[in-house]
T-cell receptor, first 115, second 115 residues
Framework: DTGVSQNPRHKITKRGQNVTFRCDPI?????LYWYRQTLGQGPEFLTY????????KSRLLSDRFSAERPKGSFSTLEIQRTEQGDSAMYLC?????????????FGPGTRLLVL | AQTVTQSQPEMSVQEAETVTLSCTYD???????LFWYKQPPSRQMILVIR??????QNATENRFSVNFQKAAKSFSLKISDSQLGDTAMYFC????????????FGKGTKLSVKP
């Protein structure tokens, strides 16, 4: 069990550029979540997948954001036309959902700075 | 709207002493799950303890225990025999399980354990 990994760990970009982040969940975990964490705040839910299906999207996920999880393995989160307000830590978590309860295991996050 | 309130932005405790972090939440549902997560400086978030709302018995994990008061919607975390490695941000969170697995987090409490 190598844990949840995220790449890159840090990203600096200029306003208006597109960025893509990758999350590799714990193997055999069927759920994958994306959260955003800004300074001084707790993580806020963005979206989640069960296998390859995207089951829920937060209103925080504007149309500039898109996420995929092809083949139900790794996931990517893309932000188009980045804005300074997108600067945050983007966290990925995975879980093995079997019934009602699940434990989410978090990755180290990708810290995005938009200049 | 569902909310989680952590009223103590920062706390400190002497090594080997006991400290309690408070958390209140707001939901109109009867079934849900409560969590405490720990986020050490520059490290990833890890689960400390979990409580199912339908269970009356308070959860315990080694030096960590909770005081769950369902009627008061209160979920405090007690850390006994505090260690330097307990220094971290602590986040209280809940979800409803099932298709609503996304976690709703508080703003966190920064705990410093002093030698």
């Amino acid at each position: 069990d190598t844990g949840v990994s995220q790449n890159p760990r840090h990203k600096i970009t200029k306003r208006g550029q597109n960025v893509t982040f990758r999350c590799d969940p714990i193997s055999e975990h069927n759920r994958l979540y994306w959260y955003r964490q800004t300074l001084g705040q707790g993580p806020e839910f963005l979206t989640y997948f069960q296998n390859e299906a995207q089951l829920e999207k937060s209103r925080l996920l504007s149309d500039r954001f898109s996420a995929e999880r092809p083949k139900g393995s790794f996931s990517t989160l893309e932000i188009q036309r980045t804005e300074q307000g997108d600067s945050a830590m983007y966290l990925c978590a995975s879980s093995l959902f079997m019934a009602l309860a699940e434990t989410q295991y978090f990755g180290p996050g990708t810290r995005l700075l938009v200049l | 709207a569902q909310t989680v309130t952590q009223s103590q932005p920062e706390m400190s405790v002497q090594e080997a002493e006991t400290v309690t972090l408070s958390c209140t939440y707001d939901t109109s549902e009867n079934n849900y799950y409560l969590f405490w997560y720990k986020q050490p400086p520059s490290r990833q978030m890890i689960l400390v303890i979990r409580q199912e709302a339908y269970k009356q018995q308070n959860a315990t994990e080694n030096r960590f225990s909770v005081n769950f008061q369902k009627a008061a919607k209160s979920f405090s975390l007690k850390i006994s025999d505090s260690q330097l490695g307990d220094t971290a941000m602590y986040f209280c969170a809940f979800n409803y399980g099932g298709s609503q697995g996304n976690l709703i987090f508080g703003k966190g409490t920064k705990l410093s354990v002093k030698p």
